[in-house]
């Protein structure tokens, strides 16, 4: 399966600032996959990223807030913008074949002070 | 709509003793169905999946899971279980075909006793 590699692995950061995210892969990917995952819950999906066209979010989640890079098939960023401490997650990103199963990078700890 | 439901919050097992964790989908077809383990401070690892045929897949680590189509449910189990076992489990479920976006249970939390 691919290797993940995400940066920065956590961060602390001032509320209203702004802070890129970013997702390498070692292996060209056609969808990328980025997800939240809220202290104590589980993951949810904020959007997919497909090289070469705008990033489809989900439903509650907007590019203002989140928006996304995908310069090319193996590295995509996630900007999380004018950040609250309600931001304060893990975020990870996924990659998946056709019909294959997505594998994940380990995430960014992402505190809100 | 679909959904994913893990009834377990936490569960605690003694090593070496067996382990089943419950997961029920509700989804418009049968879908490719996930189960996940993240430890502390890890991002999310691919157990083992169902796309289709045997109704009981194996999986990595002595983990296997069975689907049950008339029960809309993918269970989890191990029959002994070691003290690194010790993690969160999510089940999750995806559209067949395609690039599947998937939809996460609320995850087991399990503990393992000495």
């Known amino acids: 399966s691919a290797v993940i590699s995400q940066k920065p692995s956590r961060d602390i950061c001032q509320r209203g600032t702004s802070l890129t995210i970013q997702c390498q892969v070692d292996?060209?990917?056609?969808?990328m996959f980025w997800y939240r995952q809220q202290p104590g819950q589980s993951l949810t999906l904020i959007a997919t990223?497909?090289?070469?066209?705008?990033?489809?979010?989900e439903s509650g989640f907007v590019i203002d807030k989140f928006p996304i890079s995908r310069p090319n098939l193996t590295f995509s960023t996630l900007t999380v913008s004018n950040m609250s401490p309600e931001d304060s997650s893990i975020y990870l990103c996924?990659?998946?074949?056709?019909?294959?199963?997505?594998?994940f990078g380990d995430g960014t700890r992402l505190s809100i002070l | 709509a679909q959904s994913v439901t893990q009834p377990d919050i936490h569960i605690t097992v003694s090593e070496g003793a067996s382990l089943e964790l419950r997961c029920n989908y509700s989804?418009?077809?049968?879908?490719?169905l996930f189960w996940y383990v993240q430890s502390p401070g890890q991002g999310l690892q691919l157990l083992l999946k169902?796309?289709?045929?045997?109704?009981l897949v194996q999986g990595i680590k002595g983990f296997e899971a069975e689907f049950k189509r008339s029960q809309s449910s993918f269970n989890l189990r191990k029959p002994s279980v070691h003290w690194s076992d010790a993690a969160e489990y999510f089940c999750?479920?995806?559209?067949?075909?395609?690039?599947?976006?998937?939809?996460f249970g609320a995850g087991t939390r399990l503990a393992v006793h000495p």
């Open positions: 996924s990659v998946g074949g056709e019909s294959q199963p997505q594998h």
């Open positions: 292996s060209q990917v056609t969808m």
């Open positions: 990223a497909n090289q070469g066209s705008e990033a489809t979010y």
């Open positions: 989804y418009g077809a049968t879908p490719y």
């Open positions: 169902y796309f289709s045929g045997d109704t």
């Open positions: 999750a479920v995806g559209a067949p075909g395609g690039y599947n976006k998937l939809i």
